[in-house]
T-cell receptor, first 114, second 112 residues
Framework: SQTIHQWPATLVQPVGSPLSLECTVE??????LYWYRQAAGRGLQLLFY??????ISSEVPQNLSASRPQDRQFILSSKKLLLSDSGFYLC?????????????FGPGTRLTVT | SQQGEEDPQALSIQEGENATMNCSYK?????LQWYRQNSGRGLVHLIL?????REKHSGRLRVTLDTSKKSSSLLITASRAADTASYFC????????????FGKGITLSVRP
């Protein structure tokens, strides 16, 4: 069966510090991978998605970046965090391809920028 | 920008009652999905309905889709306190290429 892991679960970082959030998927090959951010009491904002290694599509201009160094690993980074980067970050995977299949979400990372 | 708009934004019902949540969208879609999120957790996929389907059931869940009105509804029958969560609709816009657009969600509280 497939599982998705995210870490860390919670993170408190000062403004201007770097960020690295990691997401890994087990039990499937060549998944589509997604990073979302959810502000308090709000819906999900798609940040990045990837349909293959090294293929990253950015949805929202910002100071965040994403990388996919391995087939089932997706990393969200920032060189300098802003207060507005605070939120709940969710990674998700779906079956490969261009159709929008069901997405399976990780447990999320709660990021607080102080 | 958000495609799906759910209503109501919040719903409070008594255990045993039915809960109906609605979602409207703006563009043509391939499919529409409903997800559930418990507080502080990731989303869980509930049900997917394709654009050529009008109704779908899964356990106590019933989803309808009216593409002419660009709307969908999620009905939870015989609600339980454990159904307390936020519910999101998500649309796969035609031509969107593997992306979903989520609404802002509905907060459902089921009182025991």
């Amino acid at each position: 069966s497939q599982t998705i892991h995210q870490w860390p679960a919670t993170l408190v970082q000062p403004v201007g510090s770097p960020l690295s959030l990691e997401c890994t998927v087990e039990g499937t090959s060549n998944p589509n991978l997604y990073w979302y951010r959810q502000a308090a009491g709000r819906g999900l904002q798609l940040l990045f998605y990837s349909v293959g290694i090294g293929q990253i599509s950015s949805e929202v201009p910002q100071n965040l970046s994403a990388s996919r160094p391995q087939d089932r690993q997706f990393i969200l980074s920032s060189k300098k965090l802003l207060l507005s980067d605070s939120g709940f970050y969710l990674c998700a995977w779906s079956l490969p391809g261009l159709a929008a299949y069901e997405q399976y979400f990780g447990p999320g990372t709660r990021l607080t920028v102080t | 920008s958000q495609q799906g708009e759910e209503d109501p934004q919040a719903l409070s019902i008594q255990e045993g009652e039915n809960a109906t949540m609605n979602c409207s969208y703006k563009t043509s879609i391939n499919n529409l999905q409903w997800y559930r999120q418990n507080s502080g957790r990731g989303l869980v996929h509930l049900i997917l309905i394709r654009s050529n389907e009008r109704e779908k059931h899964s356990g106590r869940l019933r989803v309808t889709l009216d593409t002419s009105k660009k709307s969908s509804s999620l009905l939870i029958t015989a609600s339980r306190a454990a159904d307390t969560a936020s519910y999101f609709c998500a649309t796969d816009d035609t031509g969107a290429n593997s992306k979903l657009t989520f609404g802002k969600g509905i907060t459902l509280s089921v009182r025991p």
